[in-house]
């Protein structure tokens, strides 16, 4: 099956994985790389589980496909992520060529792609990071809304 056919598919995955990083408390953000319709990087949010501040799931994720592909560029690689990427994981997807974004719902404080600074739409970038939003979002914004009112 190709991203093209059901790109739900791999928005599922990066919710499964958010449910992990909800049991370990952390925010519950999940985040896959496909290329050539196989997952090479999967990560979920491990900013205090590992102390690093850049424990993003989509830096987690980039890393591990950086990894199990021997390049830091991901050309022709495709990230879905459950929420809407700040400015520091927007930036670090232009730098590692990723093809496209899926997010599935908003993050109206610190989401860098629609919601604030609007980093993937800045004409002066070398690269550029298609993107669309929407894919599982009622699920993926029902986690986050329980996972905070949960914490209130």
Known sequence: MSVSDDPALY???AYALALKARELDEVPVGAVIVRDDKIIGRGFNKTLT???PTAH????ALRDAAQNEGN???PDADIFVTIEPCTMCAGTLVHARIRKLYFATPEPRSGAVISTVQVLDNQSLNHRVQYEQGLCESDCAQLIRDFFAAKR
Not at 57 to 60: L, T
């Open 11 to 13: 928005m599922r995955e």
């Open 50 to 52: 590992s102390g690093d």
């Open 57 to 60: 799931a989509e830096v987690v």
């Open 72 to 74: 830091h560029r991901l």
